[in-house]
């Protein structure tokens, strides 16, 4: 269908702030017949706003518009049939997308029952120096609001595939966004965010009671009040941790904890897990993304001569970002030499000698969904003899594990485990390796595989003992680390490598997320030797 372009005006009167739609949106809501309440807009208003003076609190197609696309965006977003043309909330994501999730949780609940969750908190280095801000993975898969000191209360509706959402957040204040930046507010929580209700997250206790007064059972993850760092919910819900001075204020949180207590409550966490262990085709393309960047990143890494270890990391942070990743999921391992067998080194501190190789675990962002990718390659031109033939041993057991992550394959995250094992047990006997009694545990210690999308490890608890199933993303990462002993083949010792792809789960075969990355000995050399030659014609101008 082909898109009629539109412009949204912010519409201001002393009482309300929301978008109002032109009128070039109604043909476009006809011929999609999409089943939308617009909002009662007899007002009498001050001033209009040009979309290109609007202040959010995360990037929106009005002031991102390189980021996010335009489209339709609606106030009752839960109730479209149709995804044609609607707003991005977050990267690759529409609004229509969030409400569904939030319907197909709601049908998981049992009728008079609440899911409650709260946002990321603000977490400070030391003293006023904060981190990034990272929003709580669960609370961003429903709600796709991404900043801190918010509440998110989900509940089942009387009408079938609907729900009732309400998004407790912060409002705007001129004085705060000074120090802070943009905030989106209270009406871009409905207005951009559907929420049915919302309100000021510091009067949540008046908002909360009623909610929890008609409802039977209360689905959360609130952390024990004993927690070091409790949590905005636990804080706001726990009489032990109310720092108000107001005895009314006080008396509200203990009414609403103790109301709360009365409630059976039952973690939130598993319902939500299975839900995002399988993957819309719109996040899976949001891991493409993120995998095609950052796969193209190590190309450009491998075709450079590295002498620091930091100045690769760099490097790849860098050009994830240039590339169209929002920055590096985790933090990156760049292990040189026998470093690599620090399977979570991150110090990256050393230098790269010629003759070693360097072990390279790191991968970009896009809309909240991340790229896991390791590679091991050399510093020089080529695999030395010992490096490529164990190399050349991990590399075929993750090409067949990778084959196997397919639907009719029938196999679990276990399951490829034991295949991964045995291949290497078989590959490294050929290599003089002794691998009986607990040895492949010193030589292979992780697991093959975890699941992977809005986290690195992906749905914490979720098993790995389920047959792989067809939208689920996970990783393929073979590795062997071998000590500096007696024990082992003298020309492998404080040898490491490992081999990683994020795949998605497909009925016949597998979807390789971070193909872009070169793994196969044949490409390496040849980027290195094509990196090498450029680096000479360099030096020749």
Same mark, same amino acid.
């Given at each position: 269908?082909?898109?009629?372009?539109?412009?949204?005006?912010?519409?201001?009167?002393?009482?309300?702030?929301?978008?109002?739609?032109?009128?070039?949106?109604?043909?476009?809501?006809?011929?999609?017949?999409?089943?939308?309440?617009?909002?009662?807009?007899?007002?009498?208003?001050?001033?209009?706003?040009?979309?290109?003076?609007?202040?959010?609190?995360?990037?929106?197609?009005?002031?991102?518009?390189?980021?996010?696309?335009?489209?339709?965006?609606?106030?009752?977003?839960?109730?479209?049939?149709?995804?044609?043309?609607?707003?991005?909330?977050?990267?690759?994501?529409?609004?229509?997308?969030?409400?569904?999730?939030?319907?197909? =949780?709601? $049908?998981?609940?049992?009728?008079? /029952?609440?899911?409650?969750? &709260? @946002? *990321?908190? !603000?977490?400070?280095? +030391?003293?006023?120096?904060?981190?990034?801000?990272?929003?709580?993975?669960?609370?961003?898969?429903?709600?796709?609001?991404?900043?801190?000191?918010?509440?998110?209360?989900?509940?089942?509706?009387?009408?079938?595939?609907?729900?009732?959402?309400?998004?407790?957040?912060?409002?705007?204040?001129?004085?705060?966004?000074?120090?802070?930046?943009?905030?989106?507010?209270?009406?871009?929580?409905?207005?951009?965010?559907?929420?049915?209700?919302?309100?000021?997250?510091?009067?949540?206790?008046?908002?909360?009671?009623?909610?929890?007064?008609?409802?039977?059972?209360?689905?959360?993850?609130?952390?024990?009040?004993a927690s070091r760092t409790p949590s905005l919910l636990s804080r =706001?819900? $726990?009489?032990?941790?109310?720092? /108000?001075?107001?005895?009314? &204020? @006080? *008396?509200? !949180?203990?009414?609403? +904890?103790?109301?709360?207590?009365?409630?059976?409550?039952?973690?939130?966490?598993?319902?939500?897990?299975?839900?995002?262990?399988?993957?819309?085709?719109?996040?899976?393309?949001?891991?493409?993304?993120?995998?095609?960047?950052?796969?193209?990143?190590?190309?450009?890494?491998?075709?450079?001569?590295?002498?620091?270890?930091?100045?690769?990391?760099?490097?790849?942070?860098?050009?994830?970002?240039?590339?169209?990743?929002?920055?590096?999921?985790?933090?990156?391992?760049?292990?040189?030499?026998?470093?690599?067998?620090?399977?979570?080194?991150?110090?990256?501190?050393?230098?790269?000698?010629?003759?070693?190789?360097?072990?390279?675990?790191?991968g970009g962002e896009w809309g909240g969904y991340v790229a896991d990718?390791?590679?091991?390659?050399?510093?020089?031109?080529?695999?030395?003899?010992?490096?490529?033939?164990?190399?050349?041993?991990?590399?075929?057991?993750?090409?067949?594990?990778?084959?196997?992550?397919?639907?009719?394959?029938?196999?679990?995250?276990?399951?490829?485990?034991?295949?991964?094992?045995?291949?290497?047990?078989?590959?490294?006997?050929?290599?003089?390796?002794?691998?009986?009694?607990?040895?492949?545990?010193?030589?292979?210690?992780?697991?093959?595989?975890?699941?992977?999308?809005?986290?690195?490890?992906?749905?914490?608890?979720?098993?790995?003992?389920?047959?792989?199933?067809?939208?689920?993303?996970?990783?393929?990462?073979?590795?062997?680390?071998?000590?500096?002993?007696?024990?082992w083949p003298k020309a492998y010792r404080g040898l490491g490598v490992?081999?990683?792809?994020?795949?998605?789960?497909?009925?016949?075969?597998?979807?390789?997320?971070?193909?872009?990355?070169?793994?196969?000995?044949?490409?390496?050399?040849?980027?290195?030797?094509?990196?090498?030659?450029?680096?000479?014609?360099?030096?020749?101008?």
């Open positions: 269908m082909k898109r009629c372009s539109w412009t949204r005006q912010l519409v201001r009167s002393t009482q309300r702030q929301y978008y109002l739609p032109s009128p070039l949106v109604r043909p476009i809501v006809k011929r999609c017949s999409l089943p939308i309440q617009w909002p009662n807009l007899a007002r009498s208003f001050a001033t209009e706003v040009s979309a290109a003076e609007l202040q959010f609190g995360q990037p929106l197609h009005e002031t991102h518009p390189h980021l996010l696309g335009p489209g339709e965006r609606t106030h009752t977003a839960h109730t479209i049939t149709n995804l044609t043309d609607l707003d991005l909330v977050t990267p690759g994501i529409s609004a229509l997308e969030y409400a569904q999730r939030r319907s197909l =949780l709601a $049908s998981k609940l049992p009728p008079n /029952s609440l899911a409650i969750l &709260a @946002s *990321s908190d !603000t977490k400070y280095r +030391s003293g006023s120096v904060f981190y990034e801000f990272h929003q709580e993975p669960n609370f961003f898969y429903l709600t796709g609001f991404n900043e801190p000191d918010s509440l998110a209360v989900i509940a089942p509706s009387p009408t079938p595939s609907s729900h009732e959402f309400h998004l407790f957040v912060r409002p705007k204040s001129p004085k705060d966004e000074i120090w802070e930046g943009a905030r989106s507010g209270l009406d871009a929580a409905t207005d951009v965010f559907n929420a049915d209700e919302t309100g000021d997250i510091a009067h949540l206790h008046k908002y909360l009671r009623p909610l929890l007064a008609s409802a039977t059972k209360v689905y959360t993850d609130i952390p024990s009040s =706001l819900l $726990s009489p032990s941790t109310s720092t /108000s001075s107001s005895t009314s &204020a @006080s *008396s509200s !949180t203990d009414s609403t +904890s103790a109301l709360l207590a009365s409630h059976p409550v039952k973690p939130l966490s598993p319902l939500l897990h299975s839900l995002r262990a399988f993957k819309s085709p719109a996040e899976i393309s949001c891991m493409r993304h993120a995998g095609r960047a950052s796969g193209r990143a190590y190309q450009a890494a491998m075709r450079r001569t590295w002498t620091y270890e930091r100045d690769l990391a760099d490097f790849l942070e860098y050009r994830f970002r240039r590339l169209g990743c929002s920055g590096s999921a985790y933090i990156p391992v760049v292990a040189a030499g026998r470093n690599a067998n620090t399977i979570h080194y991150v110090r990256n501190d050393m230098g790269i000698k010629e003759g070693e190789w360097v072990l390279v675990d790191a990718i390791t590679r091991t390659f050399p510093a020089g031109r080529k695999f030395g003899g010992p490096q490529r033939e164990l190399y050349e041993v991990v590399l075929g057991v993750q090409r067949s594990c990778v084959a196997l992550c397919r639907e009719d394959g029938g196999f679990s995250l276990d399951g490829l485990h034991e295949v991964a094992e045995r291949g290497l047990r078989e590959g490294l006997k050929g290599l003089g390796f002794e691998t009986g009694g607990r040895n492949m545990e010193v030589l292979f210690p992780h697991h093959v595989g975890h699941y992977v999308g809005l986290d690195v490890h992906d749905c914490p608890g979720y098993s790995r003992r389920d047959k792989l199933r067809t939208g689920q993303c996970v990783t393929v990462e073979p590795g062997v680390y071998v000590p500096d002993d007696e024990r490992r081999i990683e792809d994020s795949v998605c789960v497909q009925e016949e075969s597998p979807l390789v997320l971070t193909t872009e990355a070169v793994k196969e000995v044949v490409d390496i050399e040849a980027l290195k030797e094509e990196g090498l030659e450029l680096e000479k014609a360099e030096k020749l101008r």
